[in-house]
Antibody, heavy 119, light 108 residues
Framework: QVQLVQSGAEVKKPGASVRVSCKAS????????VNWVRQAPGQGLEWMGW????????GYAHKFQGRFTITINTSISTAYMDLSSLTSEDTAVYFC????????????WGKGTTVTVSS | SYELTQPPSVSVSPGQTARITCSGD??????AYWYQQKSGQAPVMVIY???KRPSGIPERFSGSSSGTMATLTISGAQVEDEADYYC???????????FGGGTKVTVL
C-alpha cells in the first residue's frame, strides 16, 4: 500500500541542525511532489515547502528560506528535510506528505517526526 | 504574506450540520483543500479541489467555494467527526502553500 515512513524522533540543542527522512513506497515516487508540514505543540499546521522529484526544484515558504532545505534521492524513493540554526520555536512534529504535482492536494501523509530543541 | 482565515471553533449537536469557512483573497483562482486532524494523528484529506470527496470519506462531508470563501459542510455530524479541520490553498503565485489557522469542531 502507499505509505510514507519517516525517521525517528530527534532531540537537538539550540543552534544545531536536524535532518528528517521520508521514505516512500507503494507508488512511483517521481510522479508526485513531496511536501513538508510542521505543527508546533498545541498549534496549527504550517506548510514549509515542496519539491518535484522530477525537476529537483524546490519551493519554500518565505518564513523558512535560508535555513530549510529539501533534498531527494530518487534511487531510494526518499526525501529529506534539513533545518538549521534551530531554536526552541522549531520544536514541532514534522510531517512529509505526498502532493499531486503542482497542487496543494496532499493525499498521503507520514506519521510525523517529533523534533525537540532544548538546551 | 498570504493568509487564510478560519473560525477558531464550531460546535454542533449530533445529527446537525456544521459549516466551517475559510476566506482568502486568492480563493477565486485557487482550489481549497480540507484536512481533518484528530488528536495525535496525521491529517487526512476530506475534500479536494473545493468540492470533491476522496474515496473512503463519508458522504456527509461536502465542500463548496464562492468568491473569496470556501466552505466545508458536515451534514449530520457524528461524534467521531470531532477534530480539528484545516483548509489549505496556494497564494496567487501558486508557489506558496498556506494553511488556515484551523477550526476545532465539537459535536455534543
Amino acid at each position: 500500500q502507499v505509505q510514507l515512513v519517516q525517521s525517528g524522533a530527534e532531540v537537538k540543542k539550540p543552534g544545531a541542525s536536524v535532518r528528517v527522512s521520508c521514505k516512500a513506497s507503494g507508488y512511483t515516487f517521481t510522479n508526485f511532489d513531496v511536501n513538508w508540514v510542521r505543527q508546533a505543540p498545541g498549534q496549527g499546521l504550517e506548510w514549509m515547502g515542496w519539491m518535484d522529484p522530477n525537476s529537483g526544484i524546490p519551493g519554500y515558504a518565505h518564513k523558512f528560506q535560508g535555513r530549510f532545505t529539501i533534498t531527494i534521492n530518487t534511487s531510494i524513493s526518499t526525501a529529506y528535510m534539513d533545518l538549521s540554526s534551530l531554536t526552541s520555536e522549531d520544536t514541532a512534529v514534522y510531517f512529509c506528505a505526498r502532493g499531486v504535482a503542482g497542487t496543494t492536494e496532499l493525499d498521503v501523509w507520514g506519521k510525523g517526526t517529533t523534533v525537540t530543541v532544548s538546551s | 504574506s498570504y493568509e487564510l482565515t478560519q473560525p477558531p471553533s464550531v460546535s454542533v449537536s449530533p445529527g446537525q450540520t456544521a459549516r466551517i469557512t475559510c476566506s482568502g483573497d486568492a480563493l477565486p483562482k485557487k482550489f481549497a483543500y480540507w484536512y481533518q486532524q484528530k488528536s495525535g494523528q496525521a491529517p487526512v484529506m476530506v475534500i479536494y479541489e473545493d468540492s470533491k470527496r476522496p474515496s473512503g470519506i463519508p458522504e456527509r462531508f461536502s465542500g463548496s467555494s464562492s468568491g473569496t470563501m470556501a466552505t466545508l459542510t458536515i451534514s449530520g455530524a457524528q461524534v467521531e467527526d470531532e477534530a480539528d479541520y484545516y483548509c489549505l490553498s496556494a497564494d496567487s503565485t501558486g508557489n506558496q502553500g498556506v494553511f488556515g489557522g484551523g477550526t476545532k469542531v465539537t459535536v455534543l
